[in-house]
């Protein structure tokens, strides 16, 4: 059996998913995420036999004590800051999602025995995508491109992680969702956000159990030096407008959103960092 896999970030949405996947294997697993109280009431639900550490990855000390104890064979590293709380404090979301990856992958390239590393990267760092303009499904060769805090910061940190010594794999999502409701976090702020996407912008969602099922593969998969491209079917290329109007029904507020407007498809710039994406070699 594999070693102890350390996955960052392992009460959240997608943590949380695949953390469960990879004990289901039998995988020994270790947690690390922030000691919010939150966290340490979810560290009840965590499956037998594996165990959380409370660690803030933006202090170097703490990161380099935690993969010293651990000594991983993988790290899976899903830890950050997203939309749209990434946009009320970019001091933070940069500490988070550009810095603390970089601590991570030099701490790591240090160990006797380095780890694999597992990049969770978004379909983001392909940046505003014109549906109106944009020929095909987003491929993994294609050129990044950055058009805001978000595309930047998952770009930055694949940089930072394809640049390494280490064997990696860049895991790029799409839009991630639940068939429970209570899993992804719904605030104001949320459903103010979802109201300002343009409504025909294109959206591959993916079940947060398939995302679950893709890291846990990476951890062995012969699939070092690749980056994949992770989303569900067909039936899961969607328009924005779909989306979140479903997104606040499921919550019970049905006509709660705010009917949202078209794209102008004369402008490559005004458009949110999603589109359909090419799954095949995933």
Do not use: C
């Not at 595309?151 to 280490?166: C, G, P």
């Not at 398939?210 to 062995?220: C, G, I, M």
């Amino acid at each position: 059996m594999p070693g102890t896999v350390l996955v960052t970030g392992g009460f959240g949405l997608v943590g949380s998913a695949t953390v469960r996947r990879l004990a289901k294997l039998g995988r020994t697993v270790v947690v690390a995420d922030l000691g919010s109280p939150a966290n340490r009431e979810a560290q009840a639900t965590l499956p037998a036999g594996v165990t959380a550490r409370w660690v803030d990855l933006t202090d170097a000390e703490q990161t380099a004590e935690l993969v010293a104890d651990v000594a991983p064979e993988v790290i899976i590293h899903l830890a950050a800051i997203i939309p749209p709380g990434i946009y009320k404090n970019r001091s933070l979301a940069r500490k988070v999602n550009v810095h603390a990856t970089a601590t991570l992958v030099k701490i790591a390239e240090s160990q006797p025995e380095p780890p694999r590393f597992v990049q969770a990267s978004s379909n983001a760092v392909f940046g505003s995508r014109n549906p109106h303009r944009a020929t095909g499904p987003v491929t993994a060769d294609m050129p990044l491109k950055h058009s805001d805090l978000y595309s930047a910061h998952k770009a930055q940190a694949e940089e930072i992680v394809r640049a390494s010594s280490l064997p990696w794999v860049v895991l790029r999502l799409g839009g991630v969702l639940s068939t429970d409701p209570k899993a992804i976090p719904f605030s104001s702020d949320a459903l103010y956000f979802e109201s300002l996407l343009p409504t025909d912008g294109r959206l591959h969602s993916v079940d947060v159990r398939d995302v679950a099922w893709a890291f846990a593969a990476a951890t062995t998969a012969d699939v070092v030096g690749e980056i994949l491209l992770i989303a569900g079917d067909d039936s899961h290329r969607r328009v924005q407008g779909e989306v979140g109007k479903a997104l606040a029904e499921s919550r019970g507020l049905k006509g709660g959103l705010v009917p949202g407007r078209k794209g102008d498809p004369n402008s490559d710039d005004d458009w949110f960092v999603t589109d359909w994406m090419d799954t095949a070699r995933a």
